[in-house]
Nanobody
């Protein structure tokens, strides 16, 4: 069982930046694909970014490509999401997810989420 704890959310003005962190409780996290999802009020959960276990591969949704960067520090059991040029439409609860497979699975581990609010 891997427990994921996100932090770094908050209130920021449009155009600003935030860095989210996700710390895992187990070192087995280092063998997992790590992803960030988000969910805005009244909307479905949306994929944001993913990073392979070795950090050799990253994938982004079109909506964040060029503005967000996912990275990981396996020595710290941590994955990050650097968010720049934030827009009002980036407002959502951001979730950290870890899984053995590249595609999402019912066996994935989810964090509790951290709120990001971007004001105009």
């Amino acid at each position: 069982q891997v427990r994921l704890v996100e932090s770094g959310g908050g209130l920021v003005q449009a155009g600003g930046s935030l860095r989210l962190s996700c710390v895992a409780s187990e070192r087995t996290f280092n063998y997992y694909v790590a992803r960030w999802f988000r969910q805005a009020p009244g909307k479905e959960r949306e994929f944001v970014a993913a990073i392979s276990a070795s950090a050799g591969t990253t994938v982004y949704s079109d909506s964040v490509k060029g503005r967000f960067t996912i990275s990981r520090d396996n020595a710290k059991n941590t994955v990050y999401l650097q968010m720049n040029s934030l827009k009002v439409e980036d407002t959502a609860v951001y979730f950290c997810v870890a899984g053995a497979e590249w595609n999402t699975s019912p066996h994935d581990y989810w964090g509790q989420g951290t709120q990001v609010t971007v004001s105009s």
